[in-house]
């Protein structure tokens, strides 16, 4: 369980395999009144120069890891990421427990003072063993075919973006772990609509 029990119970984590679209999910939850954090922006805060994750990639795999100026080279990082299960594990060891750290000390400090129900986009929740550590867990779904489309759109060819899709559990293994899930492929109304049929029974049993 949680280090911080008395606040991530009260926390639902947002997840879903690449493309889905829950940062689009979470968005729409800060909009119905909720408190977000995405661990992607503490990682990218985190990855800048200077930073905490830039000076642990560089002391566990080395320089060749940053840019000459600073910063990490994330095309390297991608290539040794998605090359295999066993270096995507090694980075995940060095820099989730840093990216958890500082979520639970904004969940402590702006989340615990802003008195709005709280919500955390987690995109590898499952994959990294997360979902312990929180109160209840979204899942946002879509079909692999439009999570490719969705990824070439962003510029991957599609070798690139089966890699990424293949690197994370299955949509079968992440319904049975999630607490609720919505489907997110077809016209965005119908997720606005799933989206509260989660959300407002969710604050209510979280006494908000």
């Known amino acids: 369980m949680s280090e911080h ?8 984590a ?7 679209g829950k940062s689009r999910v979470t968005s729409f939850l800060s ?10 922006d503490i990682s990218r805060d985190l990855s800048e120069p200077g930073g905490l994750i830039e000076k642990a990639v560089a002391d566990h795999m080395g320089r060749e890891f ?4 600073g910063g ?3 095309v390297r990082l991608a290539e040794f990421v998605f090359s295999s299960t066993r270096n995507r594990k090694r980075l995940n060891s060095i820099t ?6 500082e979520c639970h000390r904004q969940l402590e400090t702006t989340g615990a003072e802003s008195g709005k129900p709280l919500v955390v986009e987690v995109p590898l929740l499952f994959e990294c063993g ?3 550590q929180f109160g209840g867990s979204l899942l946002v779904c879509c079909s692999q075919e439009v999570q490719l489309q969705r990824l070439t759109q962003r510029g991957l060819n599609l070798r690139d973006a089966q890699l990424r899709i293949d690197s994370q559990l299955s949509a079968r293994v992440k319904r049975y772990l999630a607490d609720f899930v919505i489907e997110n492929s077809a016209d965005w109304t119908l997720t606005e ?3 509260r049929s989660v959300w407002e029974p969710w604050i209510t049993t979280q006494h908000y």
């Open 193 to 195: 609509h799933q989206i």
């Open 14 to 20: 947002v997840t879903g395999s690449i493309a889905s």
């Open 130 to 132: 997360l979902h312990y």
């Open 31 to 40: 909009d119905l009144g909720a408190h977000s954090i995405s661990l992607d």
């Open 66 to 69: 940053l840019n000459p100026r």
């Open 96 to 101: 989730h427990p840093l990216i958890m750290a």
């Open 72 to 74: 990490l080279n994330r």
């Open 5 to 12: 029990p008395g606040v991530s119970s009260r926390v639902l």
